[in-house]
């Protein structure tokens, strides 16, 4: 390690409650948001594309991701640590669904890349099979991390938090995935831009485009909270092995990934006026359907 930092107990228990605290504020703004993209999803014809299923079941990953945030504010106010181990099988759902999550940020960036680089091809792709496949990925790397996590996982005390989960070489294996599934989904998002770039002109000023545009905006959000958030826990974990400051760091950083867990539907809304027109149809601000017209990358409403 290269420093020989350390933290008290009490000062990481003040700094978990500070952090936890916020983490619950977003974790209401986060179901909120998120239960109404799902909810809209279910109920709108004009949201079945494999890109908005993605987008659902993102957002119901996102929700997964925050549930362990009330175990971890409890444990911050009532100062308790537990074993590793049992932190372990506490966050096991919680930090499956931060797994899924963050491979579907992938996936998402992948599905749009062959939408707009292999459109024929694209759209003759069995709809339910392709969705299967995305998620069987999901499970499969979740399923490894687990593994990883499982044979790694010692008796040694932390104040549990969602990547606590895993410990020692398994966290180590769980970050430099994350960090190379960001670094991933940059490359291709600015592959991406080229595509776009190069649609004739009628395309660049259609409503697909402008739709993918919120798309665009919404995951170079997540990529800046996720990206920041695993970057700083991988440059922390060169800094010190002292788990009171790796956690203390956790509950700072982890911020940025929460911020970002919170608004999808707030980008949704202000940026894409398909999602904008069913969110107001769910609330009942406008009645009857939307119609819609097959575009060459995906399918859209008229406007």
């Not at 977003?26 to 908005?52: A, D, E, K, Y």
């Not at 992948?110 to 292999?118: A, E, L, N, P, S």
């Not at 996982?153 to 599934?181: F, H, M, Y």
């Not at 996720?226 to 970057?231: E, R």
Request: glycine letters at 8%; aromatic letters at 14%; hydrophobic letters at 45%.
């Amino acid at each position: 390690m290269l420093t020989n930092w350390t933290l008290s107990d009490d000062n990481l228990f003040r700094v978990a409650r500070v952090g936890g605290t916020l983490f619950l504020l977003l974790m209401g703004f986060n179901v909120f948001g998120n239960g109404i993209i799902i909810l809209t999803t279910l109920r709108s014809p004009n949201l079945r594309s494999p890109c908005h299923v993605f987008i659902a079941i993102q957002a119901f990953t996102d929700i997964g991701t925050t549930l362990g945030h009330p175990l971890f504010v409890y444990y911050a106010y009532s100062e308790t640590f537990i074993t590793f181990k049992t932190c372990f099988w506490y966050m096991f759902l919680p930090n499956s669904c931060m797994n899924c999550t963050t491979f579907l940020l992938l996936c998402i960036g992948v599905d749009r890349y062959i939408g707009t680089k292999y459109v024929i091809w694209y759209k003759s792709l069995p709809r339910v099979r392709y969705i299967l496949c995305i998620l069987f990925g999901c499970f499969f790397y979740d399923f490894l991390l687990k593994v990883g996590g499982y044979l790694t996982t010692n008796d040694g005390r932390v104040l549990c938090l969602v990547p606590e989960g895993l410990a020692s070489k398994g966290k180590d294996i769980w970050v430099a995935s994350q960090i190379a599934i960001n670094v991933t989904v940059i490359v291709i998002y600015q592959k991406i831009k080229k595509n776009i770039r190069n649609c004739n002109g009628a395309a660049k000023h259609s409503d697909p485009r402008r739709i993918f545009a919120s798309l665009y905006l919404i995951q170079a959000c997540y990529i800046f909270g996720w990206a920041t958030t695993m970057v700083l826990l991988g440059i922390q974990m060169v800094l010190t092995d002292n788990m009171n400051v790796m956690v203390a760091c956790e509950s700072i950083v982890g911020l940025f990934a929460n911020i970002n867990l919170a608004i999808p539907f707030l980008v949704y809304y202000t940026r894409s006026t398909l999602y904008r027109v069913e969110f107001r149809r769910l609330f009942g601000v406008i009645p009857g359907r939307v119609g819609y017209v097959e575009s060459a990358v995906f399918t859209t409403e008229n406007t």
